[in-house]
């Protein structure tokens, strides 16, 4: 995902991405981790353009993942759609364009900066993806979880456990509405 500055400034940059996620250090980590697991390569496509001194990039990655759900750990599939709108700037910090050159809307306040003859954008489009991850994945609304006693899968069946017994004074409170 390497772009040429130069070559960028004679023409838009088209790439056609299809990479597993073991190309990508942070993805890399989270999988031997066992955070989430990539059932399929990361596809997409991304248009680099110039805009004096901005690049806009946009695009789409996709791909299919496995996260544990977050009560019962059952695994949760979940497929990414991932809008790319990113925009770069070499200018300094401070500078502001013209009105004309460029109408900054909101989206593009997060500017990037960039210097030097070539521009990876895969940090930051690693970044998207990660941030499109599923913070609390559940297997279902009303997942059930494990049993916090012999860790039994609750939505598979109860266990014999006793319910948590209560403190006479907290069972009180229990009953007291707010
Ligand atoms: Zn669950
Ligand atoms: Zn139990």
Redesign the pocket.
Known sequence: MLIQIDKLKRRPRQIDVAEEATGFPVLSELVAAETVTFNEPIKGSLEAIWVGDFIKVTGNMATLVSTPCCRCLASVSTRLDVPILLTYTNRAEGETPPDDELELQADDLGLIPFSGDELDLLPDVEQEIVMALPPQPLCKASCLGL?H??G?NLNKGS???EAPILHPGLAALKNFKV
Request: charge should be neutral; glycine fraction near 0%.
């Open positions: 049993c006693s012999c039994c266990c014999n456990c």
